[in-house]
């Protein structure tokens, strides 16, 4: 199969459109064609080694979490799936290898593909959407007449906190520049920030919920806006705990992880039209390198995806 293989860490050059054998499904896994992959900034820290241990990679490795496909092959363990199954997966970080014609996934990380969406679609949702599932609802436990502020909203994990939240019957306030105003509006978003205008600390006060994607002085300057009793999650910090003491407010850092009954639930939202899928580029797979240098700038509207291969009819 063609797959995207990196030999050695380092900037996106080190990615290299290579001819490798398929990989083989294990009895607990499911083989997938893959239709169309998502790119995620951790997808360039873990072949730059960004965070060193944290997300140690072993090499050859073959990048990509989030994958929308076909099932090709089931293990014999796999109860939820058969061959011709379309699927969509986040595949565990220490495992990846959804930058290829074929890979593998277990139960725990896939589930149906959202009947409404393509496959491009549906390769923008896996790891974002379950990054705001487990921060708003696993985490902070958001629940309607809540308001939540959502820095980042126009982003992978922002556009679907925006509407998850929503969908949970909470008032949503979120930032983003302006260019991004519009979406924010677009996703559900009742009052929206432009961070490059406006101070969101004058304009957010007594939130129940901060969901930090943006970190540093963003998460600094948030514990303020907090009402007391309030939650700071972070997906990209960890709270102090002085200031969280000091505000009266509670505080979590998290790291998402392969929740197939999560993706499932998502999928169920996704095709009652109470949460749509930005996708702002593709890119062919062999321009895998392009799509992160581009999820690096850390200003994506909504989602990059890799086409892997053509939509089926
Ligand atoms: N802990 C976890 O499990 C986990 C999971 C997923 C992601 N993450 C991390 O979370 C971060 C966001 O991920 P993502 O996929 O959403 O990234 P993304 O798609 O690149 O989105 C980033 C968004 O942040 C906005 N932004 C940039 N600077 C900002 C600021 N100062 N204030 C408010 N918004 C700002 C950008 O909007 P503008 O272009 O309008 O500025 C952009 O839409 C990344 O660092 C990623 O690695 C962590």
Do not use: C
Request: charged fraction near 25%.
């Amino acid at each position: 199969m063609k797959a995207i293989v990196a030999h050695q860490y380092g900037g996106p050059e080190v990615l290299k459109l290579e001819e490798i054998p398929q990989p083989e499904a294990k009895e607990d896994e499911i083989l997938v064609r893959v239709i169309a992959a998502g790119v995620n900034p951790v997808d360039a820290a873990a072949r730059s080694q960004k965070f060193g241990q944290f997300l140690h990679i072993k090499l050859p490795a073959i990048p990509g979490y989030d994958i929308a496909g076909i099932v090709e092959k089931a293990g014999a363990k796999i109860t939820k799936f058969k061959p011709g199954d379309p699927v969509y997966a986040y595949i565990a970080l220490d495992k990846g290898g959804g930058y290829a014609q074929y890979a593998v996934a277990t139960e725990k990380e896939a589930a149906a593909k959202p009947q409404s969406l393509t496959y491009v679609e549906a390769a923008a949702v896996p790891l974002v959407a379950e990054t705001a599932w487990q921060a708003l609802i696993d985490t902070a436990r958001l629940s309607a007449g809540q308001t939540v502020l959502i820095h980042g909203g126009s982003g992978g994990v922002g556009s679907f906190a925006i509407q998850i939240a929503k969908a949970r019957g909470a008032k949503v306030m979120a930032t983003a520049s302006t260019a991004n105003q519009d979406l924010l509006k677009q996703l559900g978003a009742d009052v929206a920030i432009d961070y490059t205008k406006q101070k969101f600390e004058d304009v957010a006060k007594d939130v129940d919920v901060v969901l930090d994607s943006v970190g540093k002085d963003t998460l600094a300057r948030s514990y303020g806006v907090v009402k007391k009793g309030g939650f700071i999650v972070s997906i990209v910090g960890r709270p102090d705990p002085t200031q969280l003491e000091k505000h009266g407010i509670h505080g979590a850092s998290i790291s998402v992880e392969p929740n197939s009954s999560e993706l499932a639930e998502i999928g169920r939202l996704i095709d009652e039209k109470k949460i749509k899928v930005i996708v702002s580029q593709t890119f062919p797979v062999a321009e895998a390198a392009k799509a992160q240098e581009q999820i690096a700038t850390r200003h994506t509207r909504g989602k990059i995806v890799l086409k892997v291969a053509e939509e089926p009819k």
